[in-house]
């Protein structure tokens, strides 16, 4: 059984490029997460997606958006890229009706780097 | 706003004795609790989780004790082996709030 896969696995880009990572959710998980993880600190939620649209979302300004596929897969887009936005990415899915169980699966994810 | 404080950045410990990793939290809402474990190149694992309802909770050879009052938990590992060297992350949640909030993470060494 696949977990929660993360495309790509690294990546390079410029200041004021955009990016696109990717994520496909656990087979039986129908909601995906985002978190950012900067060097030395905890993951930061960014936003959860179920049924396509965006349920909650963190403390993130509006370059990060998100989409989710009919398929659960799910999509982080960064826009004007900044150099702070150099951190690792995770995907977590979940199964929303778990309720309390909050059995979040991660994936390994991206690893950004804005030069 | 540190709303979930992870006080130790590391732990070292022998094997075969117990690991204790501790976590602050402030926000009164939190009321279910988290603790993952995360391998270098690898995803956050989860662990083990208490609801604000219970004082503990034992998973095997993990167990994790909450104090609201003080607004604590803590993750005793018993016995550490050395597979279990990895960093320890506490996370919180609040009711229908679906977004975790973690600590900065404890780096626990278990040396043979």
């Known amino acids: 059984d696949a977990g929660v896969t993360q495309s790509p696995t690294h990546l390079i880009k410029t200041r004021g490029q955009q990016v696109t990572l990717r994520c496909s959710p656990k087979s039986g998980h129908d909601t995906v997460s985002w978190y950012q993880q900067a060097l030395g600190q905890g993951p930061q939620f960014i936003f959860q997606y179920y049924e396509e649209e965006e349920r909650q979302r963190g403390n993130f300004p509006d370059r990060f958006s998100g989409h989710q596929f009919p398929n659960y897969s799910s999509e982080l887009n960064v826009n004007a890229l900044l150099l702070g936005d150099s951190a690792l990415y995770l995907c977590?899915?979940?199964?929303?009706?778990?309720?309390?169980?909050?059995?979040?699966?991660f994936g390994s994810g991206t690893r950004l780097t804005v030069v | 706003d540190q709303q979930v404080k992870q006080n130790s950045p590391s732990l070292s410990v022998q094997e075969g004795r117990i690991s204790i990793l501790n976590c602050d939290y402030t926000?009164?809402?939190?009321?279910?609790f988290l603790w993952y474990k995360k391998y270098p190149a690898e995803g956050p694992t989860f662990l083990i989780s208490i609801s604000s309802i219970k004082d503990k909770n034992e998973d095997g050879r993990f167990t994790v004790f909450l104090n609201k009052s003080a607004k604590h938990l803590s993750l005793h590992i018993v016995p550490s082996q050395p597979g279990d060297s990895a960093v320890y992350f506490c996370?919180?949640?609040?009711?229908?709030?679906?977004?975790?909030?973690f600590g900065k993470g404890t780096l626990l060494t278990v040396n043979p």
């Open positions: 926000n009164s809402m939190f009321d279910y």
């Open positions: 977590a899915s979940s199964y929303l009706p778990a309720g309390a169980d909050y059995g979040y699966t």
């Open positions: 996370a919180a949640t609040a009711g229908s709030n679906y977004k975790l909030t």
